[in-house]
């Protein structure tokens, strides 16, 4: 009904309020390129195979919903614009998790593909 989303787009605005005030400068962007079971992407520190962290991600900026991935660096190398590392993705906990999860990366790159051919 059009009532129950005007509600739901107040909501929606009213919690990206909130995101905003919680994280109101996002870290800088580094290009990067993301796969179902991998991540690349390019930082100005260096990292060492084996090293594991959380890499937080901002795919919707400048939005302040952060998404966070438990990863293992796999490789690091030098580049004329830093470091390019390439992290392997721990596994998602729940079927649910990892079904959102490839769908939503099929989704980026079916829009990178669709801004390629525009």
Known sequence: SPLLQRLEA???FVLELGLLARYPQLPPAH????GLEAVVWQDEQTAAPGDCGLLQLHPHAPSGCP???FVTI???EASPDGYRHLARLQPLRHDTDTRR????VFQQHRQHIGKGKA
């Open 31 to 34: 290009p990067c390129r993301i």
């Open 74 to 76: 796999a490789a690091s």
């Open 101 to 104: 999860w490839e769908r939503w």
């Open 67 to 69: 998404l966070y991935l």
């Open 10 to 12: 107040k909501l929606d």
